[in-house]
């Protein structure tokens, strides 16, 4: 009898771990917004590894942040006027195509008359690019000490370094004289930093202060949905005129977390006009859905930021787990195609999705001498072993690889035809395409393009080329776990 009873007991669980199983799969085929290959990765794992692969799932196979913070941060965007930028005529098609796919994602069009200024020192050779990090983050900081309304700050990390201590020092000054300080961080990019005495320190003197998705979705007491989630947006508005943006973290070049691949190679625009509206509403939609704080009325209440004559058309977009699906994803692949005659790319993280990797090796297929420089050693092996996976296809494509070899080049920037830019937080890898709030900044303009360029030619003129003769004496061993993790990179 009680042999009868343990068989249907064991006949119970291995009937219910099957329809656990079947369930996961089913789920994973049919969530939504998921590519094919994600939705194959997915289903081979769980079906692989049948036990580990259904109790995972749940927390790395699902991007929900939750439905009640999805609904405040839909609201919140919706509530705040968008500053559409319909005064802006981008002045060629190819511009213009790249341009309305951007505006797709926000609702925020091109405004025109925006200075832009991408910061650095100037008489830092190609060598030291370092000394290009410490002047934006002097920049940032001066800005802060000309500030007279309020500060707003989010950044993924901020690290009790120099600089970092530099810009707490600025805003803790700022807010002691009366200026309306909100800072808002990554609560797992800046952990450390807000459980040291910087964070008090910006609390006493008075700063509104915030660790964004400090929690996660929960069923109970468990936590459902990538637990990975992150907050990756870099970006800084001051007084409603002047926004600041790019890669940059609070952080020295040293990156002291990190300072086996030191330094870190950045980039920073300081952004005066029209388009730090758009900056501002973007920071605030979050603000709003994370703390309930009302300040719908914040941007309207402040004066229209200057259009100057002579400056530049920009439009700013952010993504994240609330907006279209391939959003960020599809802004690169617009950009590319719009390219004629030149392509030059820099991104520290290369993990491409497959409408990015056709449309990269379709450029030069078009007759676009298209360049894309990559770090010589990535801070995280999985995915230098994926971008690796990469390289056969893009070298046979005709597509100029390069291997920036003095520190890690975080950079993430794209030009094209001399004329469009493309600069942000966002890498083109599958957390930046697909899960973490980001932020980027298109520019129409070819002077401002060119300076970009320029930057881009540093980097180049410090790198080493690729050649396809070297990937092909890759051993066997090194092949296969390129690959393997290649075609595991949907699920990275």
């Known amino acids: 009898m009680g042999g009868a009873a343990g068989n249907l007991i064991e006949a119970a669980v291995v009937v219910c771990g099957f329809v656990i199983h079947l369930l996961v799969v089913l789920r994973a085929i049919t969530r939504p917004n998921r590519t094919p290959a994600s939705r194959v990765a997915w ?37 705040l006027a968008a500053p559409s930028g319909a005064g802006a005529k981008p002045g060629e098609p190819d511009a213009a195509s790249v341009s309305d796919l951007c505006r797709s994602i926000n609702g925020f069009g091109p405004t025109p008359g925006n200075r ?83 964070w008090r320190q910006l609390r006493e003197a008075g700063v509104h202060l915030l660790a964004a998705l400090e929690d996660v979705p929960r069923l109970g007491r468990f936590a459902v949905g990538r637990v990975d989630l992150r907050n990756h947006r870099k970006l800084v508005v001051i007084d409603n005129r002047v926004a600041f943006c790019g890669s940059q973290n609070c952080a020295d070049p040293a990156f002291r977390v990190k300072p086996k691949y030191a330094p870190w190679i950045d980039i920073l625009l300081r952004c005066e006009g029209p388009v730090a509206r758009q900056a501002q509403h973007l920071f605030l939609a979050t603000w709003i859905a994370e703390t309930g704080e009302d300040l719908y009325k914040l941007p309207a209440a402040a004066p229209e930021p200057e259009q100057h004559r002579d400056g530049v058309a920009a439009q700013m977009f952010g993504t994240g787990p609330t907006t279209l699906g391939n959003s960020m994803s599809d802004s690169f692949v617009s950009a590319l ?95 930046s395409l697909e899960l973490n709030f980001e932020n980027n900044l298109l520019v129409l303009d070819s002077g401002f393009t060119e300076t970009v360029r320029q930057r881009q030619l540093g ?22 776990v390129d690959d393997l993790v290649g075609m595991a990179s949907p699920l990275l």
């Open 43 to 79: 289903i081979a794992a769980i079906m692989c590894l049948p036990v580990l692969g259904a109790v995972v799932y749940p927390f790395l196979g699902e991007t929900s942040i939750g439905r009640d913070r999805a609904h405040r941060l839909r609201d919140a965007d919706s509530r």
């Open 459 to 480: 980097y180049l003129s410090q790198s080493t080329a690729v050649e396809a003769g070297t990937i092909e004496a890759r051993s066997f061993r090194t092949r296969l």
């Open 337 to 431: 195609y719009a390219a004629e005659h030149e392509l030059i790319i820099t991104t520290p993280y290369f993990v491409p999705d497959e409408a990015l990797l056709r449309a990269l090796c379709a450029a030069p297929r078009r007759g676009v001498t298209t360049t894309l420089i990559v770090p010589a050693r990535n801070d995280n092996p999985l995915v230098g072993a994926a971008s690796r996976s990469t390289y056969p296809d893009l070298l046979a494509c005709g597509v100029r690889l390069f291997e920036y070899p003095l520190g890690l080049l975080h950079t993430k920037s794209l030009t094209a035809d001399r004329r469009i830019a493309l600069v942000g937080s966002a890498n083109m890898d599958r957390r």
């Open 116 to 198: 832009i200024e991408l910061l650095g020192d100037p008489d830092a050779p190609p060598g030291e690019p370092t000394r290009d990090c410490d002047a934006a983050i002097k920049g940032l900081v001066e800005a802060f000490d000309a500030a007279t309304e309020h500060i707003h700050l989010s950044f993924y990390i901020w690290l009790d370094d120099d600089n970092g201590g530099r810009v707490a020092d600025a805003i803790s000054a700022a807010a002691r004289r009366g200026v309306t300080c909100r800072v808002m961080v990554d609560a797992l990019g800046s952990r450390d930093f807000i459980r040291g005495p910087r």
